[in-house]
T-cell receptor, first 112, second 111 residues
């Protein structure tokens, strides 16, 4: 069965620190990969996506993610976080058959 | 924001009563999803639909049913609400690529 695992449940960083959030998935076929962000009290919004091609994808607000097929990973990175990045981040996998599965989420707290 | 509306936004109901949540879209997207969000569990897929009258179960479908009689509407029914179904429910829509747009959520409390 398709599944997504996010290793960090809660990450606390100071402003200007670098961020890397881990995401691994299990599915043997071709997948589309996503990172979503949920700001406090809001619904989820798409941060970035990977369908094919260059495994390093750039999203909004300076975020990027790298797809490593051999490791079934799609880690999210940002060189320098800001207080406004405080949110919950979700990795998701779509198996191109319509099923969209999410990880457990990582709560990011950025201290000013 | 994509045209997706959930109703009601908040509901309190009693244990054992049926409850129906509605998701309405104006984007004509093929796929529609219902998730529940609980602390520590992220978003868990309840049911999804890949077309009118075409639905399938997700990870946590027990106690829930869905219907999609029109492209724009996807209904989630709790057949007999239990306290364990107290949660925030999100509807989402997408095309086959999977990049989804989410509704604002419905906060359901079962007392």
């Amino acid at each position: 069965a398709q599944s997504v695992s996010q290793h960090n449940h809660h990450v606390i960083l100071s402003e200007a620190a670098s961020l890397e959030l881990g995401c691994n998935y299990s599915y043997g076929g071709t997948v589309n990969l996503f990172w979503y962000v949920q700001y406090p009290g809001q619904h989820l919004q798409l941060l970035l996506k990977y369908f094919s091609g260059d495994p390093l994808v750039k999203g909004i607000k300076g975020f990027e993610a790298e797809f490593i097929k051999s490791k079934f990973s799609f880690n999210l990175r940002k060189p320098s976080v800001q207080w406004s990045d405080t949110a919950e981040y979700f990795c998701a996998v779509n198996n191109q058959g319509g099923k969209l599965i999410f990880g457990q989420g990582t709560e990011l707290s950025v201290k000013p | 924001d994509a045209g997706i509306t959930q109703s009601p936004r908040h509901k309190v109901t009693e244990t054992g009563t049926p409850v129906t949540l509605r998701c309405h879209q104006t984007e004509n997207h093929r796929y529609m999803y219902w998730y529940r969000q609980d602390p520590g569990h992220g978003l868990r897929l309840i049911h999804y639909s890949y077309g009118v009258k075409d639905t399938d179960k997700g990870e946590v479908s027990d106690g829930y049913s869905v219907s999609r009689s029109k492209t724009e509407d996807f209904l989630l029914t709790l057949e007999s609400a239990t306290s364990s179904q107290t949660s925030v429910y999100f509807c989402a829509i997408s095309e086959s690529t999977g990049d989804a747009f989410f509704g604002q959520g419905t906060r359901l409390t079962v007392v």
